[in-house]
C-alpha cells in the first residue's frame, strides 16, 4: 500500500540542463497534482492532470515546463534549459476522483547551480 | 481566484500548553473544503484536519481542532496538548470547484519544552 512516489528526492543540475522529475500516484488514483514551493513560501498549483490528459496547466509557466501522465508509467515534471529561480520543491499528490482527498509525495528538491 | 492568508509567519508554545494558528480565505464559492496540513524538517506535506464548508460542525481531529467561521472566511487551528513533535510549518489550504489547493505562506510552529 505504498504512498505516492517522487523521485528523485534531491536533483542537481547545471544552468541550460534538462530536469526530470517522476510521480509515481497511489493505487488506484488516476489524478495527479504538481505543485512547487519556493523557499519560505507555501505551495504554488502547477498542473492537474488525468490519465493521458491535462486539465488545467494555469499555474505552469509558459516556457520550458511541461507536464505529461501517460496510459502506463509515472508522471513526468519536465524543466527545460533550467535556470537558478527553477530551484525549488516540486510536490506531486494523486487523487482517486477530483473530490477526494489529495495525498503528498515526498517532494523533489530541484537545486540549479 | 481564491486566496488564503496567515498572518503569523512564526508562533511558539510551551510543551503541553494549547496554541492557535489563524488563517482566513476569500471566496465567492460557497461549496468549498478547507485543509489544515503539516510540514515536519522531512518536508513531506502531511494531512492534519479537513472541514467541509457546508458542515457546520467544526472538525476534530484528537489534539487538533478548528474554529470554522464560513460567514468570516475564518478557519483557525486549535493544537491542545502540545508536544514537541508538533514542531512544524502548518499550512492553511483551500479547495474549492477548480479542484486544485490553493496555501497560504504558512506558520512555523516552535514548541519549546
Known amino acids: 500500500n505504498a504512498g505516492v512516489m517522487q523521485n528523485p528526492r534531491h536533483l542537481v543540475r547545471r544552468r541550460g540542463q534538462e530536469a526530470r522529475l517522476r510521480c509515481s500516484p497511489m493505487k488506484g488514483h488516476s489524478h495527479v497534482y504538481w505543485y512547487r514551493q519556493l523557499p519560505e513560501e507555501g505551495l504554488k498549483f502547477m498542473v492537474y492532470l488525468q490519465k493521458e490528459n491535462i486539465i488545467d496547466e494555469s499555474g505552469m509557466p509558459k516556457e520550458r515546463f511541461s507536464a505529461e501522465f501517460p496510459k502506463e508509467g509515472p508522471s513526468i515534471l519536465r524543466i527545460q534549459q533550467v535556470v537558478r529561480g527553477d530551484s525549488a520543491a516540486y510536490f506531486c499528490?494523486?487523487?482517486?476522483?477530483?473530490?477526494?482527498?489529495?495525498?503528498f509525495g515526498q517532494g523533489t528538491r530541484l537545486t540549479v547551480v | 481566484a481564491q486566496t488564503v492568508t496567515q498572518s503569523q509567519p512564526e508562533m511558539s508554545v510551551q510543551e503541553a500548553e494549547t496554541v492557535t494558528l489563524s488563517c482566513t480565505y476569500d471566496t465567492s464559492e460557497s461549496d468549498y473544503y478547507l485543509f489544515w496540513y503539516k510540514q515536519p524538517p522531512s518536508r513531506q506535506m502531511i494531512l492534519v484536519i479537513r472541514?467541509?464548508?457546508?458542515?457546520?460542525q467544526n472538525a476534530t481531529e484528537n489534539r487538533f481542532s478548528v474554529n470554522f467561521q464560513k460567514a468570516a472566511k475564518s478557519f483557525s487551528l486549535k493544537i491542545s496538548d502540545s508536544q514537541l513533535g508538533d514542531a512544524a510549518m502548518y499550512f492553511c489550504a483551500y479547495y474549492g470547484s477548480n479542484y486544485k489547493l490553493t496555501f497560504g505562506k504558512g506558520t512555523l510552529l516552535t514548541v519549546n519544552p
Open positions: 499528490a494523486s487523487s482517486k476522483t477530483e473530490n477526494t482527498e489529495a495525498f
Open positions: 472541514q467541509e464548508a457546508y458542515k457546520q
